[in-house]
């Protein structure tokens, strides 16, 4: 991002300036053969007093020095934001004004801090904007302009890309190609420079962000892990020592939801443990690896997000604070102020957690599919063709996962322990559960459980819990001399080099994140669907646009960043807390802030550009786009459901037992009618 900046110190002429010229001038005129020394330091003494006592001093009289920042492509009429920066001691205003001499926004500029602008619309002709600073000291400004599109271009990157991948099943090339075309906006439609800003822009800084360099550090780790294990035959073992009770596909499914339940504290966590742990188990059973992706994909965000005590749980509480702060500022009414402005974004928080339908019918969902060992759409047909033989996953797979790799074979005539992987895999487990705690009482000096999870830094507990599962991986197989050193530490590279396809898909969908967020695809998205609606329409219209932007995006935390303060304002605008008793929870309140909660976890859920989407084919070793399309008509049963019986249905006053005892009628009737069953092939 170009920074457009001012150094005034360089080009300024004032009175002083002036006068410094003239002495310097002076100083270089030549001298006459008959000046004397004395005659010549005379002069020069006269000019040095002109120049520096009768002159006044250069500071204190230079116009402000500031810079000015902005998005990379600006969307008529949607809303985005300057940032201006000064290093300057004194206090100043800035304005900024379109081409047309129109001021847009203006405010105080504090000292050496930099500020964000009020939202700015512009027309279509109104570029470039013109910003000034002024202080005691003088006036300073600059000019700010970027490529100008209408706004709905912002929803051609992410959308091109889902749909080649949809259609071609290329993943890689489809992800790739939706960035370009987003670096083509940014480099104003030049092909040449948005292919240099694809990998300068987007996919460079994406690797280089620390959330995200954390989790190819975990998932590298914990691969590594995966690797080692299966050389010293832990894997194995583990499949062995559950033959004698996971003898059917139907349990062996419900050990790997139970698993799914019980890593409830995150979802990155949830779905890598898992989801290698019974790889080895589903294939010995002839279960495909699409229905594997699904019951870690559809277990691990679901959990996190209904359990208050997760990695989660913080960042959702400080969202719903923020919407309830600007709320409070927004609204006339003295005594709704200060019941807003006092009221605990936690509790809000628990009572969201009934009108959460999605993430709850998902697991439901789940459920009923195991229990009745029934399928329909694409998933039938994955099932199908490996439970009569044709393969855990379809011949001609990408699969994000090579499990054929050489070097993560078990070691011939080695003992087959299961102990050497669940002791590490607990480890993992345990070492980031106390991680997340005592971060978290670190951080704040918190002794609840709730707010030490809230407070911690979830990355770095992962990475603890990974690389301590790492050691003890290689150290229990070495200390019973099943294997040296050296062959564990070839297992644990065997296992970070058969991801890496997962690790190139997992980065572009990253970068493709960012071209969304530099074309502000998801605030197009929300400025459109929202509109003047009653109250009993904003929950279901919000899961509608949490999902949608969601889904383009990739993203449930951005997206849940954008509408939470959003739409809390809205709704106690629209007189959804009117005649509130016992808190806010006994308001339409919960219902809508649930509303943002379930729809960014169906779009993050069924998005092919989501990264936990991603982790779930990784380790499932599945086909990426395969697992996309076999899920997706679960999911959007649910999503639907979810929407017309929970959503609408309760905010005109349907009472809850009854939303929810529907959906799941509906749900059995449709697995159980519907879907075709899977056993006896």
Not at 137 to 144: D, H, I, P, T, V
Not at 255 to 268: E, S
Not at 324 to 333: H, N, P, S, V, Y
Request: proline share 6%.
């Amino acid at each position: 991002m170009t920074n457009q900046s001012l150094d005034w110190r360089s080009s300024l002429t004032t009175s002083a300036t002036r006068r410094y010229v003239l002495v310097m001038r002076i100083l270089q005129i030549n001298r006459p053969r008959h000046r004397t020394p004395i005659a010549s330091t005379i002069l020069f003494g006269a000019v040095c007093i002109y120049g520096s006592v009768l002159t006044p001093p250069l500071t204190g009289q230079e116009p402000p020095s500031f810079s000015v920042d902005g998005p990379m492509v600006v969307l008529t009429e949607v809303p985005f934001n300057l940032t201006i920066r000064t290093d300057d001691e004194a206090a100043a205003f800035y304005s900024v004004s379109s081409v047309k001499g129109e001021v847009l926004v203006s405010g105080e500029l504090p000292t050496r801090s930099d500020i964000t602008t009020p939202d700015i619309e512009l027309a279509s002709d109104d570029l470039p904007l013109l910003v000034k600073v002024q202080s005691e000291s003088g006036e300073a400004e600059a000019s700010f302009s970027r490529p100008q599109f209408p706004g709905w271009i912002s929803l051609l990157p992410p959308l091109f890309a889902i749909v080649l991948a949809l259609i071609f099943r290329e993943v890689v090339i489809s992800l790739f190609f939706g960035i370009w075309l987003g670096a083509w906006f940014v480099a104003d439609l030049n092909p040449v420079i948005g292919l240099w800003r694809t990998i300068d822009t987007f996919v460079a800084p994406s690797l280089a962000d620390p959330g995200h360099a954390s989790i190819i550090v975990f998932s590298a780790l914990l691969f590594g892990l995966v690797g080692v294990v299966s050389r010293s035959g832990g894997t194995r073992g583990i499949v062995e020592a559950v033959r004698p009770l996971a003898t059917t596909p139907r349990r062996a499914q419900l050990a790997t939801f139970f698993a799914g339940l019980a890593i409830f504290f995150d979802d990155y966590a949830n779905t890598l443990i898992v989801g290698n742990t019974f790889r080895p188990i589903s294939d010995k059973l002839k279960i495909s690896r699409e229905k594997l992706a699904y019951l870690v994909d559809s277990t691990a965000a679901p959990v996190v997000t209904i359990v208050f005590v997760s990695t989660w749980v913080g960042f959702e509480i400080s969202l719903i604070g923020d919407g309830l702060k600007i709320a409070a500022e927004q609204t006339a009414d003295p005594a709704l102020s200060n019941t807003l402005a006092t009221a605990s974004p936690f509790t809000l928080f628990l009572s969201t957690i009934p009108y959460l339908f999605y993430p709850i019918l998902s697991l439901v969902m789940v459920g009923l599919i195991i229990a009745m060992q029934r399928d329909f759409g694409p998933m039938y047909g994955a099932e199908k063709r490996a439970r009569r033989g044709g393969g855990v996953f379809r011949p001609g797979s990408q699969l994000l996962v090579d499990t054929e790799e050489t070097g993560l074979d078990v070691k011939e005539g080695v003992p087959l322990r299961w102990y050497n992987a669940v002791v590490p895999v607990l480890t993992v487990v345990f070492v980031v559960l106390f991680g997340l705690y005592f971060d978290g009482r670190n951080a704040i000096g918190a002794t609840s459980l709730w707010d030490a999870f809230g407070a911690a830094d979830p990355f770095k507990a992962i990475m603890w819990g990974s690389l301590a599962g790492c050691m003890v991986a290689i150290g229990m197989p070495v200390g019973q001399r099943i294997i040296t050193i050296k062959e564990g530490l070839s297992g644990w590279l065997a296992g970070i080099r058969a991801m890496t396809m997962g690790f190139i898909i997992l980065i572009l969908a990253w970068s493709l994140g960012a071209v969304t967020e530099q074309l502000a695809t998801a605030r197009y998205l929300t400025q459109v669907l929202e509109g003047g609606l009653s109250p009993d329409l904003l929950p279901a219209l919000t899961f509608c646009t949490a999902a949608l932007v969601s889904f383009c995006t990739g993203t449930s935390w951005a997206t849940m960043t954008i509408l939470l303060p959003l739409v809390i304002p809205l709704m106690v605008a629209l007189g959804g807390v009117v005649g509130f008793e016992g808190g806010l929870g006994g308001t339409a309140l919960p219902g809508v802030v649930s509303a943002v909660l379930a729809g960014s976890i169906f779009g993050d859920h069924c998005s092919p550009i989501s990264d936990t989407t991603v982790l779930s084919s990784m380790s499932a070793a599945c086909d990426h786009m395969d697992h996309v399309r076999t899920q997706m008509p679960y999911a959007l049963l649910v999503a639907v459901l979810a929407l017309l019986f929970g959503h609408l249905a309760t905010a005109y006053g349907t009472p809850i037992w009854i939303a929810y005892g529907l959906s799941m009628l509906i749900l059995a009737g449709s697995v159980r009618f519907i879907g075709k069953p899977v056993s006896g092939f």
